[in-house]
């Protein structure tokens, strides 16, 4: 039996984290600083985005066990890198881009896990609830 590398699974893990504590930061700082330039902002969510999209990617590309955890992302990987692009190269129009796109972005997130715990439940994983 051939034996499957956890390294990519483990690079997505961990670029999952960071990104999420990243995304905290920088809202914690957004709160206290509202007046940061636009451009600064749009630079930074470009730049969050294209590394949000390649760590999908990456999870995509990983073999995880039944498939479930990161089978939508190669399609949200790519959706990350485009807006990601759009972003850096029009930082000025960032925030009315990033509300749309983002509004867009979390409910199909949302709606695709959705899904991923009904797969999970069919499967008969235990714990499908939590990705519910």
């Not at 699974?9 to 940061?36: E, N, Q, T, W």
Request: charged share 15%.
């Amino acid at each position: 039996m051939k034996m499957r590398s956890i390294i990519p699974m483990r690079i997505a893990k961990i670029g999952y984290v960071l990104i999420s504590a990243a995304f905290c930061l920088v809202g914690i700082i957004m709160m206290i600083h509202p007046d940061l330039s636009l451009n600064i902002i749009g630079i930074f969510c470009g730049i969050a985005m294209i590394t949000f999209g390649i760590v999908k990617l990456i999870g995509y590309f990983s073999k995880d066990l039944f498939r479930l955890a990161f089978q939508y992302d190669l399609q949200f990987g790519i959706l990350m890198l485009v807006i990601g692009l759009i972003i850096l190269l029009k930082p000025i129009n960032t925030i009315n881009f990033i509300c749309i796109s983002l509004g867009i972005f979390i409910t199909i997130e949302g709606l695709f896990k959705i899904r991923i715990a009904l797969d999970a439940k069919s499967f008969g994983i235990q714990k499908w609830w939590l990705i519910f």
